[in-house]
């Protein structure tokens, strides 16, 4: 079967580092960080006291007030990076025949972690649970509610892979279009879980960074001195086009999606293993699918967590795929200044991957003072930089040892 071409056409997001896709690239670029104290609860008896939180996020702007008391928070952020989304896409209004191949992809790693919380602290038994408690908080309800909004009767599908989510998401929804079950779809991830569960629980795990005396040098990837991630929240999402329609009413296109690759350690539930072989093996597969050679690859925003293993790991994987060309490959992680977003970061790192493509600039990586001599690449320290090449891949891998990696192409 032959495949179609797919292109991105609009892109939306809520984040630590902007409310806007505009303004997020602007903070990016200058190196600003969105990771502060955390300020939504008392974080007294907590080991760690930040994380990335959204800042004067209104959902008045994108969700009718009485549709905002059955969404936890995830799902308003994925609502209103969806509305800047189709916004950003010029998609005007729909014939049936379109609404009816035009889908909806917006996974979480986690879901209505913050919903659950809450009922359970202040639970009043059986007769007094609201009815709209589980629609609030499963996971497939953010593209049930965003398909609802805009009257989308395509594939329609949530994926829960972690960290992984976003990028998954993106990468069957573009083979949804691909391979003609779908003309567009709405795809990304999104996530809130920054609460007392959601921190204590990740705090658990000693996963998190401690270094609270100093927020915004926290998340410091590839650095010698980085001590574990900082999780952050909000919502990537993108609209994906097949080409030849997205041409015909001349949208503005900022990339295509033209590779996509899974894979699985087998190996840990948290831990990924030593050897790199499952992020050297989904990168192996996207760049296979997008029909090209390592050599043609010029960017790579990679997973890059700023955890101690999770970095080394990945930088050898990408020295196993890129090989000498790893020596010119630039490389970048953004989560220096947006933390992690878990399941939401595919969608984010997506869009940022597609603004490279398109700009020819590249976001820096923060807050590397001391590089790991383990993570020896070109990983755009501190300033950012530039690019002139055709293609760029994003990486992101999950709990579970799930990995997922794109390939876009500069049009």
């Not at 903070?27 to 008896?45: E, Y």
């Not at 989304?85 to 035009?102: N, V, W």
């Amino acid at each position: 079967m032959q495949r179609r071409r797919v292109v991105i056409t609009g892109m939306g997001t809520v984040n630590p580092c902007g409310n806007t896709v505009a303004e997020t690239w602007e903070n990016l670029l200058a190196g600003r960080s969105g990771i502060g104290l955390i300020t939504k609860f008392d974080v007294a008896d907590y080991a760690c006291k930040i994380a990335g939180q959204v800042k004067d996020f209104n959902p008045d702007l994108s969700i009718d007030r009485k549709e905002q008391k059955k969404m936890d928070l995830f799902i308003q952020y994925a609502m209103a990076a969806s509305q800047e989304a189709m916004r950003d896409s010029g998609l005007g209004e729909l014939s049936k025949a379109e609404r009816e191949l035009f889908g909806v992809s917006i996974g979480s790693g986690i879901g209505g972690l913050s919903t659950i919380w809450e009922e359970a602290n202040g639970y009043r038994g059986p007769r007094r649970t609201s009815p709209f408690f589980i629609p609030s908080l499963i996971i497939n309800l953010a593209s049930g509610f965003v398909s609802i909004k805009y009257g989308l009767q395509g594939p329609n599908a949530a994926m829960a892979t972690a960290c992984a989510t976003g990028t998954h998401a993106i990468g069957d929804a573009a083979r949804q279009i691909m391979f003609g079950y779908a003309d567009r779809m709405i795809a990304g991830g999104s996530d809130s879980v920054i609460n007392p569960l959601g921190v204590g629980g990740f705090g658990a795990m000693r996963a998190l960074s401690t270094r609270n005396e100093a927020p915004q040098e926290a998340s410091r990837p590839f650095d010698k001195g980085r001590d574990g991630f900082v999780m952050a929240e909000g919502a990537g999402i993108v609209v994906m086009e097949e080409y030849e329609l997205a041409k015909a009413r001349g949208a503005k296109i900022y990339a295509e999606v033209c590779g996509y690759g899974m894979s699985g350690d087998a190996h840990h539930i948290t831990s990924p293993s030593e050897d790199g072989d499952g992020p050297r093996r989904v990168m192996a597969a996207a760049i296979k699918d997008a029909g090209i050679t390592p050599e043609q690859v010029g960017y790579a925003n990679a997973h890059g967590t700023s955890t101690p293993a999770g970095d080394r790991i990945e930088c050898s994987a990408l020295r196993g795929v890129f090989g000498a060309h790893a020596a010119k490959l630039k490389v970048s992680s953004t989560k220096s200044m947006t933390g992690h977003l878990l399941g939401a970061a595919g969608g984010l790192e997506t869009i940022v991957s597609a603004l490279v493509a398109s700009t020819g600039r590249i976001p820096p990586t923060i807050n590397v003072v001391d590089q790991d001599p383990d993570c020896d690449l070109d990983v755009t320290a501190n300033a950012a930089g530039t690019f002139d090449g055709e293609y760029v891949l994003n990486n992101n891998f999950g709990f579970g040892g799930t990995n997922g990696c794109l390939v876009l192409r500069k049009i």
